[in-house]
Structures are given as structure tokens and as C-alpha cells.
């Protein structure tokens, strides 16, 4: 059974950083991309950042130059930087992995941007 571990959430004042940690285990096929989403109230969830096993990246536009996404293959961990937090970047945090046959989500972390 695939479990999704997130870790890093919290509260940050504008200006700040944080960084999100994803560990993956449990699949007995390779996680070809992992990535963060996020979920504002009342609202769908939408793209932050994804790396896909080769390295390619892809960012939502409102987090580019901002936030950097990296990941470990060896430890099938991602991880998020967060740097220059703005209030509008409070939102819960879903970490998603995909095999070629299935997509996880973990249970989400909250990020709260605040002075």
C-alpha cells in the first residue's frame, strides 16, 4: 500500500520561508512524477510545483521565481522551498505522486502566511 508522509507546514510571517518534505513509499512501480498542490477555501485544487523523474519541473504562475521544487529519487522524497511567503499562499498542502497506474495524495499540511 503507497503511503504519502508530508511534513514542514506551519505558520510564517510575510517575507518568510518554509520548506514542505514528501516521502513516498509502498509502490512496487516508480513514482514517475511528485508534486505539490494546494487548496485554497472553497476552491479546486490547483498546481504549485511538480518534478517528473527525469527533472523536468513545472510551476504554477503564481509561485515561479518564488518557490523551488526538488526531489531525492534514492529516498523517493520531494521537497518545496518556499521563500518570499505572501499572505495569498495560505492554503492547505496536498503532496501528489503518480505511478503509470495510479495517483496518491497525501492528507495535506497547512501553510499559513501571516504577520
Known amino acids: 500500500q503507497v503511503q504519502v508522509a508530508e511534513s514542514g507546514g506551519g505558520l510564517v510571517q510575510p517575507g518568510g520561508s518554509l520548506r514542505l518534505s514528501c516521502a513516498a513509499s509502498?509502490?512496487?512501480?516508480?513514482?514517475?512524477?511528485m508534486g505539490w498542490y494546494r487548496q485554497f477555501p472553497g476552491k479546486q485544487r490547483e498546481l504549485v510545483a511538480q518534478v517528473l523523474s527525469g527533472g523536468r519541473t513545472n510551476y504554477g504562475d503564481s509561485v515561479k521565481g518564488r518557490f523551488t521544487i526538488s526531489r531525492d529519487n534514492a529516498k523517493n522524497t520531494v521537497y518545496l522551498q518556499m521563500n518570499s511567503l505572501k499572505p495569498e499562499d495560505t492554503a492547505v498542502y496536498y503532496c501528489?505522486?503518480?505511478?503509470?497506474?495510479?495517483?496518491?495524495w497525501g492528507q495535506g499540511t497547512q501553510v499559513t502566511v501571516s504577520s
Open positions: 501528489n505522486v503518480m505511478t503509470a497506474i495510479a495517483n496518491f
Open positions: 509502498g509502490s512496487r512501480f516508480s513514482f514517475n512524477a
